[in-house]
């Protein structure tokens, strides 16, 4: 089993749709969660921090669960802007971070 | 604020061939990293350091390496480049190790072709 395993997609939605990501992963020591956006041939940008108690940004909300060793991002009201690639990344006691291969996005009008 | 900075940004190589790539942050990050990214794979990591004059092997080191002479400065060698090494390479670079929750920022890549 893979350290960090996403859905490739790609997930085809159109403008104002509601979509949803899980991540999961293998090791229950991961301490720190991120969301990582990527554009086409673009370095990858950190989208936002993943807690226990679920966080907000905006249209983004990103959700913990460790029993079942996962993290989810819900985009809300997609807009033309948000077609990426969504890299979840991991981090253990290591702290060095374990890169999901990412899932695509496509939003159309 | 420039953050991490990867220089050159595109190189075209001879099989065989050597280059270095520099990869500098302005942001007195410990931790720096080298990727590498193709089509299907993700990221994959080369070689990290935790410090200055310390480095140490990632998920896919063979074939490079790595010198942190300077805090700020992390670079990649390709002894004897291969068609096999061509790839986006992406240099990253985190705050210490006491602030595990620290993101990683990128720099924007180097794209290195090997014929």
């Known amino acids: 089993r893979k350290e960090v395993e996403q859905d490739p997609g790609p997930f085809n939605v159109p403008e104002g749709a509601t979509v949803a990501f899980n991540c999961t992963y293998s090791n229950s020591a991961s301490q720190s969660f991120f969301w990582y956006r990527q554009d086409c041939r673009k370095e990858p940008k950190l989208l936002m921090s993943v807690y226990s108690s679920g966080n907000e940004d905006g249209r983004f909300t990103a959700q913990l669960n460790r029993a079942s060793q996962y993290i989810s991002l819900l985009i809300r009201d997609s807009k033309l802007s948000d077609s990426a690639t969504y890299l979840c990344?991991?981090?253990?006691?290591?702290?060095?971070?374990?890169f999901g291969r990412g899932t695509s996005l496509i939003v159309h009008p | 604020n420039a953050g991490v900075t990867q220089t050159p940004k595109f190189r075209v190589l001879k099989t065989g061939q050597s280059m270095t790539l520099l990869c500098a942050q302005d942001?007195?990050?410990?931790?720096m990293y080298w990727y590498r990214q193709d089509p299907g794979m993700g990221l994959r990591l080369i070689h990290y350091?935790?410090?200055?004059?310390?480095?140490a092997k990632g998920e896919v080191p063979d074939g490079y390496n790595v010198s942190r002479l300077k805090k700020q400065n992390f670079l990649l060698g390709l002894e004897s480049a291969a068609p096999s090494q061509t790839s986006v390479y992406f240099c990253a670079s985190s705050p210490t190790l006491g602030t595990r929750d620290q993101p990683q920022h990128f720099g924007d890549g180097t794209r290195l072709s090997i014929l």
């Open positions: 990344v991991v981090k253990g006691g290591s702290y060095i971070p374990t």
């Open positions: 942001m007195n990050h410990e931790y």
């Open positions: 350091s935790v410090g200055e004059g310390t480095t």
